[in-house]
């Protein structure tokens, strides 16, 4: 067999592959996806403001010409923007920075001996150019 002939026979055996993954992949059903349980309880506090937000957003446009939108939206700001909504947040304290001792201490072999740098010679320019 030459090398023509089994290019050919590769180039149908993967065209023959390719149009039964094809068949198979257009044959399946659609599956619903599962519902991943989240972990909360399903019985939640009933709470009217959040149930005004909802109303003001299926409401779209008209939503901002109607008084009881704007005192849900206006309550819903105070929430979370009023002073003393939230607990005071502290930062977390900063570690202490490093110490940078660069004198040696006599007896520890961790530290890497200090020698003073070598100076760095100028590049040479060709002046021929």
């Known amino acids: 067999?030459?090398?023509?002939?089994?290019?050919?026979?590769?180039?149908?055996?993967?065209?023959?592959v390719a149009i039964t993954a094809t068949a198979i992949e257009m044959s399946r059903k659609e599956e619903a996806p599962e519902a991943w349980p989240s972990g909360r309880a399903a019985v939640t506090a009933a709470d009217p403001l959040r149930d005004d937000l909802i109303r003001?957003?299926?409401?779209?446009?008209?939503?901002?010409?109607?008084?009881?939108?704007?005192?849900?939206?206006?309550?819903?700001?105070?929430?979370?923007?009023?002073?003393?909504?939230?607990?005071?947040?502290?930062?977390?304290?900063?570690?202490?920075?490093?110490?940078?001792?660069?004198?040696?201490?006599?007896g520890r072999t961790d530290q890497p001996a200090l020698e003073p740098a070598a100076p760095i010679a100028p590049p040479h320019v060709d002046e021929a150019r």
Do not use: I
């Open 56 to 106: 003001c957003q299926a409401l779209g446009e008209a939503g901002p010409r109607d008084p009881a939108c704007l005192r849900a939206w206006a309550e819903n700001r105070n929430r979370f923007l009023a002073p003393g909504a939230r607990p005071a947040e502290r930062l977390p304290d900063m570690p202490p920075a490093p110490r940078n001792d660069t004198t040696p201490q006599p």
């Open 1 to 16: 067999m030459d090398g023509k002939m089994l290019a050919r026979l590769g180039a149908v055996v993967f065209v023959a």
